[in-house]
Nanobody
Framework: QVQLVESGGGLVQTGGSLRLSCAASGRTFRTYAMGWFRQAPGKEREFVAAISWSASSTYYADSVKDRFTISRGDAKNSVNLQMNSLKPEDTGFYYC??????????????????WGQGTQVTVSS
């Protein structure tokens, strides 16, 4: 069974940091582009960050640029999201995602082939 399992969510104060991780199992994602989306209550799921299979290309939503950093694990079968200078508007359920296609398509939910179950991030003001 193919699985993407997120970890690292939690409650943090404004200005704090969290590190999310996503581990793949059931198949290898080393040649897949991977990324993160988030969804706040009452809002649509939105793109946060993406990284190519080789880790040579990364993309960020404007709202998180210069605050968040996406990276791949050493075996490239996992992906991390370092979140700094967190704001209340960063609150939401964060989902790991993977695509067989180019990292470019991972900036839309329509480009996702595999989803994780998600992890909650809450930033208090």
């Amino acid at each position: 069974q193919v699985q993407l399992v997120e970890s690292g969510g939690g409650l943090v104060q404004t200005g704090g940091s969290l590190r999310l991780s996503c581990a793949a199992s059931g198949r290898t994602f080393r040649t897949y582009a991977m990324g993160w989306f988030r969804q706040a209550p009452g809002k649509e799921r939105e793109f946060v960050a993406a990284i190519s299979w080789s880790a040579s290309s990364t993309y960020y939503a404007d709202s998180v640029k210069d605050r968040f950093t996406i990276s791949r694990g050493d075996a490239k079968n996992s992906v991390n999201l370092q979140m700094n200078s967190l704001k209340p508007e960063d609150t939401g359920f964060y989902y790991c995602a993977a695509t067989r296609s180019s990292v470019m398509v991972l900036r839309s939910t329509q480009g996702v082939d595999f989803w994780g179950q998600g992890t909650q991030v809450t930033v208090s003001s």
